[in-house]
């Protein structure tokens, strides 16, 4: 073993959450913080003598010396070959399919998605198999059992190479293979999408907006959006990726990316509006006065995809997480496919689409993707959807009222609690499971609750088990109010609460979500008891 082995103790807590170690910076850069948990992964997944790893993150704050570390670690640990991108950039689903195309034994991403960059904001590492996806949950369980044992890691004392050459170079005796971060995507969403078909609609005149939000998509939608597909320069907003994300929260919603919102609903709207978040993995999509909630455009892109060239034999199957609304099942009820429901966290896709029993999947949280990488992809969305504008002519509002009067609509809702104190919040989680056996048959008004559990899932490929995912409470005729925690945040607990009703008539019903959900969302803080126990009178954020 090449290197020095440097002596170490555990640090308590670093349990990988839905998506990954998240932590503040401050945590992470603590001494043998970072390299405990890389020096667990290792241990825990076991990779062959010279195996290659794809090594890339957002771009935020701590990504280029914690890069250099883990490069400096994986040359002492007996890798072959690490594959990074330039500048240490790769967005998710662009590692992703970096692992995938060059048959790599799997890939360490830094990010923290959507949550605050900068000195004082929040770090992510995450480790991905040699299908590119998210490791399974008993990979993230032996990872965390790693983490406290540890006593030691091994790092090569020679420094890692300037990242910011393209070509190879050298760490110890590892190679380092240091790529353009877009090319290879490019390549792929090339491969998928009919290119000329949106690039002609662009040229007649369809006018576009993205916004990058000074995260990690602002190269790649430059190359692709602007340079390839002709959209106009400046149709790409906030492109150059910053550490701190300009100060801001990377995440596409409606409070974060609100100036998109305003510009949407003004009378200069472009055609057609998006943005992604801090790693690239998340999408929303908009059209001039149009939203499309991230379930709907599950739902929407099922229903549609054969419209693109990749997909246009059709979709196996589909699948959503528990939390996300079934507007997705009515589609894959119609297109006589499956859907499964899965917990959240898009680890939980990877088996599905490894055995080809779904095509296309998401999560309410503007996650979706499909089987051409194991990550939720942010541009991928995007292009799909411009190719079904493209493809069939008609507006994304038009899009949007065809679907609902098709297939009814699911008015749906997250509200987010964030920071709240985490036994405050753990106590109304556990006071509401100890209470599920009394809920069924319990009526509020015209609602009477049907089921109530918390949900477990039983992988259909390989059989594992995951419990305790998230509280499911079901009434009569559908409602739904789904409650879990937060596994993503870094300060005190985020309580979630989803809500959701379908109407297979909406034109009757307005369209506002959260005034033909007011009777729902009345009886879910009834149940959850949720000002008496936190003292919050209203959601942080809703979306
Ligand atoms: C949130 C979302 C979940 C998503 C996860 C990672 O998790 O709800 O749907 O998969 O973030 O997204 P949680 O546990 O906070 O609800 V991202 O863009 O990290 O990579
Ligand atoms: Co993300």
């Known amino acids: 073993m090449a290197g020095t082995e440097i002596s170490t103790k555990p640090f308590e807590g670093q349990k990988p959450g839905t998506s990954g170690l998240r932590k503040k910076v401050s945590v992470f850069a603590q001494p043998h913080y970072l390299e405990n948990f890389v020096q667990s992964i290792f241990t825990a997944v076991k990779l062959p003598a ?17 890069i250099g570390t883990i490069i400096r670690m994986a040359a002492a640990n007996g890798i072959g070959r690490v594959i990074v991108g330039q500048g240490g950039i790769l967005s998710t689903p662009a590692a992703s399919n970096l692992i995938r195309k060059r048959g790599a034994n ?13 000195p004082d904001g929040d770090f992510g590492i995450k480790f991905n198999g040699a299908n590119g996806g998210p490791a399974a949950e008993s990979v993230t369980d032996a990872i965390f059992a790693a983490t406290q044992s540890i006593s030691g890691y091994r790092i090569e004392d020679a420094p890692a190479p300037n990242l910011n050459r393209i070509g190879q170079a050298r760490c110890g005796d590892m190679r380092v293979e240091i790529v353009d971060p877009v090319t290879d995507y490019q390549a792929l969403m090339e491969s998928l999408f009919d290119f000329d078909r949106i690039a002609g609609m662009i040229k007649s005149g369809f006018r576009l907006r993205f916004d990058a939000m000074h995260a990690v998509t602002g190269p790649y939608a430059l ?35 609100k100036a998109l919102f305003d510009l949407m609903w003004s009378c200069n709207a472009p055609d057609f509006g998006a943005a992604s978040d801090g790693d690239g993995d998340r999408n929303i999509v908009l ?83 499909s089987n051409h990488v194991r990550e939720k992809d942010g541009l991928w969305a995007v292009l799909l959807w411009l190719n079904i504008v493209a493809a069939s002519g008609k507006s994304m509002a ?70 305790n995912q998230g509280i499911r409470i079901l009434f009569e005729g559908g409602p739904r109010i789904v409650v879990r925690l937060s596994g993503t945040g870094t300060e005190g607990a985020t309580l979630r609460l989803y809500l959701e009703r379908y109407e297979p008539d909406p034109a009757e019903h307005g369209h506002d979500p959260q005034a033909a959900l007011a009777p729902i969302i009345h009886i879910a803080g009834e149940i959850t008891e949720l000002t008496a126990r936190t003292g919050r009178a209203r959601p942080d954020v809703i979306t």
């Open 50 to 66: 010279e195996s290659s790893l794809v090594v890339g993150g957002d771009g935020r704050y701590f990504n280029e010396p914690a």
């Open 106 to 118: 799997g890939g360490i991403i830094l990010s923290a998605s959507h949550n605050p960059g900068g």
């Open 223 to 257: 190359a692709i959006l602007e340079e390839t597909l002709g959209a106009a320069p400046g149709s790409v907003i906030n492109k150059v990726p910053l550490p701190d994300f300009g100060g801001h929260h990377p995440d596409p919603n409606p409070v974060h990316a």
């Open 287 to 369: 059209g001039q006065n149009t939203y499309i909630a991230p379930s709907d455009s599950l739902a929407m892109l099922a229903a549609n995809a054969h419209l693109a060239p990749a997909y246009a034999g059709g979709v196996t199957g589909i699948a959503r997480s528990m939390p996300t609304s079934c507007a997705a099942d009515r589609v894959a009820a119609a297109l006589g496919v499956p859907v499964f429901e899965t917990p959240t966290g898009w680890k939980f896709f990877g088996n599905l689409l490894d055995d080809g029993r779904i095509t296309i999947c998401g999560e309410e949280s503007a996650g979706t993707g």
């Open 398 to 467: 038009d899009i949007q009222a065809d679907h609902w009067r098709q297939y009814g609509r699911n008015y749906y809702s997250r509200h987010d609690y964030e920071a709240v104190d985490a036994d405050q919040a753990n106590g109304l989680m556990d006071n509401l499971r100890a209470r599920l056996p009394d809920l069924a048959g319990r009526r509020f008004g015209d609602y009477t609750i049907l089921t109530a559990d918390d949900f477990a899932y039983t992988d259909p490929v390989d059989g594992s088990v995951s419990a």
